[in-house]
């Protein structure tokens, strides 16, 4: 039985891996800041990336450390630095004095372009701590990640459901099912490879432009959209009414929307998982269809 250290583990991405890793047998340890009802196979340890005890005991004789955890608003350039600059050094750092030697870091499509906004930069800086790290390391480069259970794409539902969509100007991006990243990096946890950045996606090579994705959501939520490209300066007026109204709800961040107008958010086909040890496996439109399905259940379309 595998060990699996998971920071992370109470997110989006992180639930689902913690599934998937329990119905495949391994044991997991899951950092979490508050109390979580008792599970199976799982031990939970309250703490978080800047206290270094509770750290020290979730990869205290685990096989491998599975970093998640990362964030993705903040109001500033030290936000994004403490979370996923400090906070990757400090689980490497348990990670290494605890004689673990895998580790799988999650990163962003972001860290391509760095100066584009303080997310991606921050997340370039997590992956140039992981690769001097001299562990045994994968780093995977997640483009737009989706599912039932996610509210970060939730809005672009909603707007599709409207039957219009503002959206940034030009582009394409590549998406991915929380279940295929969430199988690629419990795959990556016991692989033997050598360090490398990957970059998964839904397999559909170009990816989609902003108006056929919107268009695909429209079918999965029942309603034929108009996609509305937007320039930027406008989507950033855009953004600081979202921030005024909805405050840390806010989706739409300026910060965000530096990276949101670049043009090709799209994977590196030569950065894609080797086949043999990883392809996906849902469908876009069909998981985007039970992505819908589950909005509508939980009253959130």
Known sequence: MTILAITGGTGFVGKRTIDLALAAGHSVRALTRRPQPERDGVSW??????????????????????????????????????????????????????????????????????SLSAYGWSKTESETVVAASGLDWSIVRPPAIYGPGDMEMRDLFRMAKSGFAALPPGGRVSVIHVDD???????????DMPASILEPDDGRLGGWSHAELIRAIGVAVGRRVLPIALPKPLLTLIAHADKTFRGAGAKLTPDRVG???????????????PSQLWQPRIATPDGLAATAAWYRANGLL
Do not use: M
């Open 45 to 114: 340890i309250e703490g978080a990336l800047d206290t270094p005890e509770p750290l020290d005991r979730l990869v205290n004789g685990a096989d491998a450390v599975l970093h998640i955890a990362g964030v993705v608003n903040a109001p500033d350039r030290a936000g994004f630095a403490a979370g996923n600059i400090a906070g990757t050094q400090a689980v490497l750092d348990a990670t290494r004095n605890a004689g673990v030697r895998r580790v799988v870091h999650v990163s962003s499509l972001a860290a391509r372009e760095p």
């Open 181 to 191: 990243i969430a199988s690629l990096l419990l795959t990556l946890a016991t692989a």
């Open 259 to 273: 990276y949101l107008c670049h043009p090709d958010w799209t994977v590196d086909p030569a950065k894609r998982p």
